[in-house]
């Protein structure tokens, strides 16, 4: 077996294997304060929906890109307690059953983040 081809299987194995441990972020979440968060991914960003709750239809998060294994970042999130025209520097890691939702303005001056567990 030539070397490029020895080199082709191994990495093909090794993304198949991060692949099959990476978090699964898609699904129903629960937020501290009960809401329900439908997390999706669709076009290869990752899409934050509220499902039930208080904001039913708020969209928390819109497109992030993933950018490390189980870590989604973009620059149009939303908190559902700001008025609806301002987005957020965001992160979103995802580890096991838990999610943290994080989000920045005015650079890293002000950040809120959250805890979510996952339903389904």
Known sequence: MKIATKIGVI?????????????DETGNWRRPN?????????GGG???TITAGRRVGFEMCHGMRNTAADVWQGRTMKHPSMPGF??????????????EIKG???????CDKEKWTKLN
């Open 46 to 48: 990752l899409y934050c």
């Open 34 to 42: 009960g809401d329900t968060v439908a997390v999706s991914v669709r």
């Open 104 to 110: 920045c303005a005015i650079g890293q001056g002000m």
């Open 11 to 23: 990495l093909l194995s090794s993304a198949a294997f991060s692949a099959a441990f990476a978090g």
């Open 86 to 99: 301002m987005t957020f520097n965001g992160t979103v890691t995802i580890s096991g059953n838990n999610l």
